[in-house]
């Protein structure tokens, strides 16, 4: 039996950002990352497989949901904003240490915008605008309803648009986008300089159970020979992205009961006309369709993957039972539990306007998917555009007292008492603020040593701002902004 400090089960962006922390807090440690496919980010983290939106709250209008007295909720945006400024310092240190290569190879400056049409939507807008713009974090924000001003911040979503309509946008000059495939597959590529560090690609973790001396006993699938191992654990991290649920239940720690899972799958338009692809600069993210689920606000984007300029419009959401990209349509039947299928049933039941919108955008056709865009593009030639498959997202759905169910947005960690064991479940913002989530994770799961000097001291080197508000500090949030501006190179 393989024994080993630290297990991560899949090589996506979430265990690759754990393995960095866990190799500078315990240098000494061993970690095991297993990875069922043949090569690590494959999935959700892999860059054509999600938007590659460096989430900061700049442009997405789900992060500031009106309250009922129409003003406007910041504590959501400024949470985000300060966990991605978080991603950013960790990243800048490791490429000064040599430890991240080239940023411009995983992320680039790209200006965030929000873009809606109607009085409703821009009435809204412009108090989103006021809400967020006195925050340090916000500070660069401008807004404008003058048609002349949108058309220079974004070219391609004013022309030919009818005159007699109007329109506002936000711009957030330093937004970015981030290639969280590029970026995961660096991360393990340093890991592995470690001797401490072992990647095994092609093993599939099919069970795990912990055992009297509280350590896990992982029963792995070796998919190359067809060989069955066992592999002991102190502390197991499921990164499995969509296939983390599953895994979740397999360990059967009390704290996950109640879990289930909603696959919902992803699809873009890609642009492949180069000339269409150079005349934008920006992510223009619009408002979401009634009923839409958070993560499907449409948004015309520029990409920069493996180096060349890109150009998508979507999502739009599609219908599959697999939890993964590469995962098996028994995937959704297989989770149903006794103990989840209140919930499951609860949420089908009361989430109508949801269910309604994925019928409607799976049924849709490629010519009303370029109708979608044309809200957006209006000068849109089909022939330039070509569908592309993106990564499947599992929404949590958990158990709720009234409701029975409810489904829940964002990501959650859910971690075993003894701290043993922790599972990532959900999307959004997901991988923006990968370092936020597996900070937290540690915190939860050793508080003992999260306290001590050493790693408050080591958190302290690597970011000078740790434990501070950076929405209340000016002075602090455009010191952090700018240097690790520099070192990213955003410009
Ligand atoms: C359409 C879409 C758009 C998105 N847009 C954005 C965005 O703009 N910005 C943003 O920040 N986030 C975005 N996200 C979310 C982001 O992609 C995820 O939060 C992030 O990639 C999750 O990383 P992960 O490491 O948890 O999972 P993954 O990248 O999915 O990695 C999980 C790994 O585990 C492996 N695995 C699974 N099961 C097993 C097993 N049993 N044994 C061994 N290995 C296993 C898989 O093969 C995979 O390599 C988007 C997601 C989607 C789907």
């Not at 754990?18 to 990875?35: K, N, R, S, T, Y």
């Not at 296939?243 to 338009?269: H, M, N, R, T």
């Not at 799976?362 to 022939?383: G, K």
Request: a neutral charge; one cysteine or more; aromatic letters at 10%.
């Amino acid at each position: 039996m393989e024994k080993t400090d630290f297990l991560l089960i899949g090589g996506g962006i979430m265990s690759a950002t754990l393995g960095m922390l866990v190799q500078e807090f315990w240098p000494d440690a061993h970690i095991l990352m297993l990875e069922k496919m043949p090569e690590v980010a494959r999935e959700s983290s892999d860059a054509w497989n999600n938007a590659g939106t460096g989430h900061a709250a700049y442009c997405e209008l789900n992060y500031t949901p009106a309250k009922p007295d129409g003003t406007v909720d910041t504590a959501k945006a400024i949470h985000i904003s300060t966990s991605f400024e978080l991603s950013k310092t960790f990243w800048a240190f490791w490429v000064e240490n040599g430890k991240l290569p080239d940023p411009k190879r995983f992320i680039r400056r790209v200006p965030h915008h929000s873009f809606v049409w109607n009085n409703q939507n821009i009435a809204f807008l412009k108090r989103r605008y006021e809400a967020l713009k006195p925050s340090p974090l916000f500070r660069e924000m401008q807004y404008s309803e003058d048609r002349r001003q949108v058309s220079t911040w974004l070219p391609l979503l004013m022309n030919g648009r009818q005159k007699t309509q109007l329109v506002a946008a936000t711009r957030m000059e330093p937004g970015t986008d981030v290639d969280f495939g590029a970026l995961a597959r660096a991360m393990i590529q340093t890991l592995q300089q470690n001797q401490e560090f072992t990647l095994r690609t092609e093993h599939e973790v099919r069970d795990l159970e912990q055992t009297a001396d509280n350590r896990w006993q992982v029963k792995v699938k070796d998919l190359a020979k067809g060989e069955t191992r066992f592999v002991s654990a102190k502390f197991v991290f499921i990164g499995a992205g969509g296939g983390s649920l599953p895994l979740l239940d397999k360990a059967g720690i009390p704290e996950a009961d109640g879990y289930a899972g909603f696959p919902v799958g992803g699809q873009w338009l890609r642009c492949n006309n180069q000339d269409v692809i150079d005349r934008h600069f920006a992510k223009a993210y619009g408002q979401a369709e009634v009923g839409a689920p958070p993560m499907s606000v449409p948004h015309l984007d520029t990409r920069f993957i493996g180096g060349k300029k890109a150009l998508l419009f979507g999502p739009f959401a599609g219908f599959s039972t697999k939890f993964l990209k590469y995962g098996s349509y028994f995937d959704l039947p297989l989770s149903v539990e006794l103990d989840n299928f209140i919930p499951l049933l609860a949420v089908g039941w009361h989430e109508f306007d949801l269910t309604k919108y994925l019928v409607e955008q799976v049924t849709q056709s490629f010519e009303e998917r370029i109708q979608a865009l044309r809200a957006y593009f209006p000068e849109v030639v089909p022939s330039d555009w070509q569908v592309e498959v993106a990564g499947q997202r599992v929404q949590i759905i958990k158990h709720d007292l009234k409701k029975g169910g409810i489904l829940a947005f964002g990501t959650e960690v859910i971690a075993a008492r003894d701290g043993s064991l922790a599972a990532l479940l959900g999307a959004s913002p997901g991988a923006s603020t990968s370092v936020k989530i597996m900070l937290d994770v540690l915190q939860k799961c050793f508080p003992v040593q999260w306290a001590s000097a050493t790693i408050q001291t080591k958190l302290r080197t690597i970011s000078s701002w740790w434990g501070m508000a950076l929405h209340q500090d000016p002075k602090t949030c455009n010191r952090v902004r700018a240097a690790s501006s520099l070192i990213l190179q955003l410009g």
